[in-house]
Every structure is written in structure tokens, then in C-alpha cells.
């Protein structure tokens, strides 16, 4: 089984096209897995059928009890994350920002404080329209992505793939270069970029690749709108070239993006223009064919 | 804000930061995209002042140590191995919550800066400066940096007497881009209209409705054929205060890092009609 995870760097650049299209011509032979927890796309163009959700708590917060507290204030000096405030005449967490580090319990003298799991988000199960599965997240409101969420629901992935014999996970992941998109890529056989010419996804590009090459994972780049300027979708090519890893194509900016997604499908299913179609069903027959080679 | 990535919020946070300085008003713009802060991209600039950006973490002194083991029990995060004869930090896992350097007997975790990226101040005109956290690559927490940079803009903003702070927020609706939101008197949604917009706008929306904070939509890359957005403003009541039609002129101005707002009449538009709400939100008036 091998595992490719779709990222960009830079958000928008047409991540969840990508992956949904690779899902399409994966077909059951694949997982479909969304990392990108604060913001999850994929299940909207794959589509998600007979659903099942767990909830998932990682961490905890502090509570005080109001009753116990006698506003001596202890708590509220050990913190160093601003999450403890005078309610009063007492103190009260604020849910938020509390990091569930346990300290302030531990100076409380009346014992009004106590540590209880924090729900941090939902995961789903379900079946695609391509007869694969889909696991994908939705985090709780402001709660801390720090990428354990993400391992939670590439942990499902691999033992859906496990049980059912599928031969790839793909996994799309999400924007940033920090815990959340480490964790979509750590250990993963091979990234593919999205990225598209402009300074922006250029600059956000060439971190991304700085994060995948510290991981030492292969990596290839695909162009997504490389009309908007050809001077630096060559400039893309360059960089990815002395990064040692893999230019693979380029896509022309079109309106069959915008649309397939308007209309639930991918855009493999929705446009005619081969510029699209032969990039994307090429680009993933490399990939994949390389990996089954190694197996 | 806005959740989805890519949707336009560097694009609308400069253009409004440029159009509200050059109209003469005393403006700062903080990126705290500090993954990938790209509004400086589109700013000509001089830089002021440089300083890394730290984090504090315990580091074990062995000739202090006592060896009780109390400290692995003080850490929440499996940061802290106390073996028998030895105590292992590990970096990666530590929030700095200085539970085990305050509470250890011997005194024996001294908490010691760690440089996680750094944030830059610059002057782009006399009406605006510019400030931009950036995260190492490789570190993993981006929220602190987040919460630095914008204390830091905060503060700057108060001592320079600045009228306008904008915020560049990061994408998503985890707790990197709710730091942005908390600190601020209302909040621009900038979405596109296209399910993922929606969604993940919607995800971003419920964070700010919690926050009670003014809140209003402004939707990028505009063009007919769904109605979504309008939907969803008008059963939660949130005002859709501007539109940008997509322009492929602007697309490309935007790839070469120029966001010329006099050229793009639809987009200086859009800018005045966000100034005028924001102005109406805060002198109290109906949003």
C-alpha cells in the first residue's frame, strides 16, 4: 500500500481538485483521507455516503469550581497562557485559550480546580461516489490544531485501507509549513505540490518544499493556473528542479474548476479541456505506476 | 479571515490597509500568516527593526538536579522523561507552561529562549507600517508566534496613535487564525463563491458569532452562478458588504506581487464600502 499526500504551501491553489481527481481514477482501489481538519473540502466534491462519526478529544482543559474558589488568585499568576479571569470576586478558565497544562490545580489550595477531556473535533467515515472510502475531521470551534487531530484521522485511514485491500491512501492535505501539514506528510511515500505562479505560491512553494525535504520525502510539483504568468511557472520549474524534486506539469487556468466544484463533482468529470484531463490522469499514472513498481 | 485558503485575504487586508493610508489615515498591517506570510510580497518597504521570536523551554541542569522524578509528573505532554539517573526535555512536545521549571524543588529547569522565527517591522510610507511574523521552518506550534506578532502590532499601534489595524489572518479556523480574531473590533470575511468558500467560511463564521464581534462578508473572485453565499448571509443575518467580480487583469497584477487598486475601480469600490461599515460598526451604528 502506499500513501501520497496532496499539499501547497500557499491555500486555494487547488489541493482538493487534485486529490478528488486522483480519488476518481483511483477508484476502490483507494482511501480518501482530508487532513485538513479546520477547513475540510474533500467529502463536498468526493461526495460521503452512509456516515458514521466519532467524536475525539485530545487533551484537556481546567475547570473551576465556582462553589470551591475563594479568589485567592494563584491560579491565575502560574498561568502563561491569559486563559484564567476574575469572574467576581472569583476565577474562571477561558475555555479557549486554557492549553490543559495542568499547573494551575496544582497551586490551588482548595482544590476548586480539576482537569476534564476536551472534545477537540468530529471525525466521519463514508463512502465516496467512487466506491472508495473517506475519512475526514471537523475541529471543534478555535480549538488547537496541532496536528493530533490530522494523525487521528490518517490512523482510521490506514486501518480502513488495511482491512479493505486498498492499494493507495490518498491524502489531502492542508495549507502552512507548520504541525498541522507535518503531520499530513510525515512518513508518507511521496508529496505532490500544488502550486501556481505567483509570488505568493512561488514564496510559500519554496517553504513547503524546505519542509519536505527536512522530513526527506520525494516530492513533485504540479502547476495549477500557469497561464496567469508563464514567466514564473518556469521559475516554478527552476526551483523545483534544484530542489531535487519532480516538475511534473502544468494545468491552464480554467472555469471547469470553479464550476465542478459549483456542481459536487471533480473536475476530471466535468470539463472536456484535455490541458486538464491528460495532466491529471498522466500525472497520477506516473506516480502511482512508480510506487507499484518499488512494491 | 475567512477559513478557506486562497480566497483573497492578503489581497483585501493590503488594498485596504494602502487605500485607508493613502486617503490619510495612520494605518498598520500586521501578517499573522506567520506559516506563510506573503502580504509583504505586495509592499514596498524599508525595514525598521528585526527580533527574533522566542519561546522558553526547560533545560535540565544536572549539577542542580536532585534526581525526585517529580518533574515527568508535573508535564502534561510526555515532555519530560525523568529517568534514574538522567532527566530528558523533549522540545518538540513542550507548550512552555513552566509547570516543571516552577514547581521543580531543586530549581533545576531553568527556562531558556528558543528562537522560533522572527517578527519584522517595516515603514512603507508615512502613513503605514508594516509588521510580519515569521515561523521557522520546522517548528511546529504556530499559534504563539501568531499571539507575539499581533501584541507586538498591538502595542505599536497604541504608542503611534495608529486610527486603523488590520489584521492578515491565517487560513483555517484553529486557534492560529482565532488569535488574530479576539484582539479585534470587528472582523471581514473574505469568502469566494464556491461550496468549499462556504463551508469553510461557515466553519470561520461560528467562531466569530461565539466571539459576539461585528462581523460582515465580502466576497472575492465574484461571478454569477451561485447562490450559496447569499443564502447563508441571509439566515444567520450577516452582511454581504462588498463584491470583487473576478478579473483576470488583477489575477495577474496580484502574480507579480502589485495589487494596483486605482486600476481596478470594481476593487476601490469594494474598499470604500468596507471602510464605510467598518466606520459604522464602530461609532456604534447598525452593522
Redesign the interface.
Known amino acids: 500500500m502506499i500513501c501520497i499526500t496532496i499539499l501547497s504551501?500557499?491555500?486555494?491553489?487547488g489541493k482538493?481538485s487534485v486529490a478528488a481527481s486522483f480519488g476518481y481514477l483511483a477508484g476502490k482501489r483507494a482511501v480518501l483521507c482530508d487532513c485538513d481538519v479546520?477547513?475540510?473540502?474533500l467529502a463536498?466534491v468526493a461526495g460521503a455516503q452512509d456516515i458514521q462519526s466519532r467524536e475525539y478529544s485530545g487533551?484537556?482543559v481546567a475547570v473551576i469550581d465556582q462553589e470551591a474558589c475563594l479568589g485567592c488568585g494563584a491560579c491565575a499568576q502560574?498561568c502563561?497562557?491569559d486563559a484564567i479571569e476574575k469572574n467576581g470576586s472569583k476565577y474562571r478558565i477561558e475555555t479557549?485559550s486554557c492549553?490543559?497544562?495542568?499547573?494551575c490545580p496544582?497551586v490551588c489550595s482548595f482544590n476548586a480546580i480539576c482537569?476534564v477531556e476536551r472534545k477537540s473535533g468530529d471525525i466521519f467515515i463514508g463512502q465516496t461516489r467512487f466506491d472508495s472510502a473517506i475519512v475526514y475531521a471537523?475541529?471543534s470551534?478555535?480549538?488547537?490544531?496541532?496536528?493530533k487531530l490530522s494523525t487521528q484521522v490518517r490512523r482510521l485511514a490506514d486501518e480502513i485501507a488495511e482491512e479493505t485491500d486498498a492499494e493507495v491512501i490518498i491524502i489531502d492535505g492542508?495549507?502552512?509549513?507548520?504541525?498541522?501539514?507535518?503531520a499530513a506528510a510525515t512518513g508518507v511515500n511521496y508529496i505532490l505540490f500544488v502550486s501556481?505562479?505567483?509570488?505568493?505560491?512561488i514564496?510559500?512553494l519554496e517553504?513547503a518544499m524546505?519542509?519536505s525535504g527536512?522530513l526527506k520525502i520525494p516530492a513533485g510539483v504540479l502547476v495549477n493556473?500557469a497561464d496567469?504568468?508563464e514567466i514564473?511557472s518556469t521559475k516554478i520549474k527552476e526551483i523545483t528542479t534544484r530542489a531535487g524534486n519532480d516538475f511534473w506539469r502544468t494545468m491552464p487556468?480554467s472555469?471547469d474548476f470553479?464550476?465542478a466544484?459549483?456542481n459536487?463533482k471533480t473536475v476530471l468529470e466535468e470539463t472536456d479541456d484535455e490541458r486538464i484531463t491528460s495532466v491529471l490522469t498522466q500525472t497520477w499514472r506516473s506516480i502511482s505506476e512508480r510506487f507499484q513498481k518499488w512494491q | 479571515m475567512s477559513g478557506k485558503g486562497g480566497v483573497g485575504k492578503t489581497t483585501v487586508a493590503v488594498s485596504f490597509a494602502t487605500h485607508m493610508a493613502r486617503r490619510g489615515g495612520k494605518v498598520l498591517l500586521a501578517d499573522l500568516d506567520v506559516e506563510e506570510p506573503n502580504a509583504g510580497l505586495f509592499l514596498e518597504k524599508q525595514l525598521i527593526d528585526s527580533a527574533d521570536a522566542v519561546v522558553y523551554r526547560p533545560q535540565w541542569k544536572e549539577d542542580l538536579c536532585i534526581l525526585c522524578g517529580k518533574c515527568q509528573g508535573f508535564c502534561a505532554f510526555n515532555a519530560i522523561a525523568a529517568l534514574p539517573k538522567y532527566v530528558i526535555v523533549f522540545p518538540e512536545l513542550c507548550h512552555s507552561c513552566y509547570a516543571c521549571s516552577e514547581l521543580c524543588p531543586a530549581s533545576a529547569l531553568p527556562m531558556i529562549p528558543v528562537r522560533i522565527g522572527q517578527i519584522q517591522q517595516y515603514s512603507v510610507n508615512e502613513h503605514l507600517v508594516f509588521i510580519e511574523g515569521r515561523l521557522d521552518i520546522g517548528q511546529e506550534i504556530a499559534s504563539i508566534l501568531v499571539r507575539q506578532t499581533r501584541d507586538k502590532a498591538l502595542q505599536e499601534a497604541q504608542a503611534a496613535g495608529m486610527q486603523w489595524l488590520v489584521f492578515d489572518a491565517a487560513p483555517g479556523t484553529a486557534c492560529a487564525s482565532r488569535e488574530a480574531m479576539i484582539k479585534s473590533d470587528a472582523v471581514i470575511l473574505v469568502t469566494e463563491p464556491t461550496p468549499f468558500g462556504l463551508h469553510d467560511m461557515s466553519l470561520a463564521f461560528r467562531m466569530v458569532k461565539a466571539s459576539g464581534k461585528p462581523c460582515a462578508i465580502v466576497v472575492n473572485k465574484d461571478s454569477p452562478g451561485y447562490a450559496g453565499i447569499e443564502q447563508f448571509a441571509r439566515e444567520e443575518q450577516v452582511p454581504i458588504i462588498a463584491r470583487i467580480p473576478y478579473n483576470s487583469e488583477l489575477a495577474q497584477s496580484y502574480s507579480v506581487g502589485s495589487i494596483p487598486t486605482g486600476a481596478f475601480p470594481a476593487l476601490e469600490d469594494a474598499l470604500s464600502r468596507i471602510a464605510s461599515w467598518l466606520l459604522e460598526v464602530s461609532t456604534g451604528g447598525q452593522p
Open positions: 504551501g500557499k491555500g486555494g491553489t482538493t479546520d477547513a475540510s473540502n463536498l487533551g484537556k502560574v502563561h497562557f479557549a492549553e490543559g497544562c495542568g499547573y496544582r482537569m471537523e475541529l470551534i478555535g480549538a488547537e490544531n496541532s496536528g492542508p495549507p502552512g509549513v507548520s504541525c498541522p501539514a507535518i501556481e505562479p505567483t509570488l505568493s505560491g514564496s510559500d517553504r524546505e519542509m527536512k493556473r496567469i504568468n514564473l487556468l472555469s470553479v464550476r466544484v459549483r459536487g
